[in-house]
């Protein structure tokens, strides 16, 4: 059996879940996990490739439970599933609109087929021993994410690659690191994923020894205590609490609603922050505000009359995508007009 949580009395079970595995036969297992998640009424993303899955979804709590027998147990996957990193948790409202499973070259692109954690990968490291390994004079530790992600908080003495994708990453190590010289090189990411493909990659790369954190740091931020914690910052979160903190309790970032950059509580003192229309990060680009502006114009609009959105923080995010294209088309009419 797949490993399961107590129940909780919530309607809702998310399954986040990823794992290298050899899946040579990932287009046809696409149609009946599809079919599986879709008959239960399970919706969420999950991403096959050749190299794993790579996703999360969200169902009644009987579904997922049957949903993580099929990956594990009874599916046509076999036992090429069992060890994957998975975490659960719980909601009072739907996360998700629709299912998707969608086949793709890679479940996170780096664009190295000489990576291959199937094959080869650096040595996890559990949260509770990552603190003593990080502190050592002789470790390089290098945060494998995006500038972005780095930008609201990291670990001591992490070194921020300054990526903005993660295919970037092979430059940096290329530009940087020297198996000759950086003996060992210590990494992490938010949830494992990344930086255990980034270890592979290390490897093949002639670093001889080469560590990541267990679990991400979600894991680290969940497993040790506050005053113990070398994470200064809060960790960015890809879903509706945009950050969190020690224990995993919500932060205090938000999203700009016209560039998606995260947003600190000084950005957001910003004599350039307009709530739902720019930030300090996208003030310059024009193109975005004047959708950005009427989709804050609409949803200010709703508030005053009293109008509900769709009942979930996904349903809005949708409606705000959709008034956002509108707003877009119809500045667009207006150009042309004018000319």
Request: charged fraction near 25%; proline fraction near 6%; aromatic fraction near 8%.
């Amino acid at each position: 059996m797949a490993p399961t949580l107590p129940q909780h009395n919530h309607p809702y079970k998310l399954m986040a879940i990823y794992k290298f595995a050899q899946l040579p036969d990932a287009e046809a297992l696409k149609s009946p996990l599809a079919e599986f998640c879709c008959g239960r009424d399970i919706k969420g993303t999950l991403i096959l490739a050749p190299e794993g899955i790579n996703g999360t979804v969200a169902g009644s709590p009987e579904a997922i439970d049957a949903l993580a027998d099929y990956l594990f147990v009874t599916g046509p996957f076999d036992d090429r599933l069992v060890g994957a990193e998975v975490k659960y948790s719980f909601a009072e409202t739907a996360p998700f609109l629709r299912m998707k499973v969608r086949l793709k070259p890679e479940i996170v692109t780096l664009r190295a087929p000489e990576a291959n954690p199937s094959k080869q990968v650096g040595t996890y490291v559990e949260p509770e021993n990552w603190n003593a390994l990080i502190e050592r004079n002789d470790v390089v530790l290098v945060d494998t994410r995006n500038d972005y992600e780095v930008g609201l908080g990291t670990f001591q003495r992490a070194i921020d690659p300054a990526t903005q994708s993660f295919v970037e990453f092979k430059d940096y190590v290329a530009q940087n690191l020297d198996p000759q010289r950086d003996k060992k090189v210590a990494m992490f990411c938010t949830g494992g994923i990344r930086c255990e493909k980034a270890s592979s990659y290390l490897l093949s790369q002639g670093f001889e020894e080469v560590f990541h954190l267990k679990g991400g740091i979600l894991k680290y931020l969940e497993t040790v205590p506050a005053e113990e914690s070398r994470f200064n910052g809060e960790c960015f979160v890809f879903d509706e609490r945009v950050s969190v903190g020690h224990g995993l309790e919500l932060g205090t970032a938000t999203l700009c609603r016209a560039c998606r950059h995260p947003l600190t509580p000084a950005d957001r003192a910003s004599p350039d922050y307009a709530e739902g229309v720019s930030c300090p990060h996208c003030v310059g680009e024009t193109d975005k505000h004047a959708a950005a502006a009427e989709r804050q114009k609409q949803m200010e609009l709703g508030r005053k009359k009293g109008v509900a959105h769709l009942g979930d923080e996904a349903a809005r995010i949708a409606a705000e995508r959709k008034a956002a294209k509108r707003a877009q088309a119809e500045a667009s009419r207006e150009r042309n007009k004018a000319d």
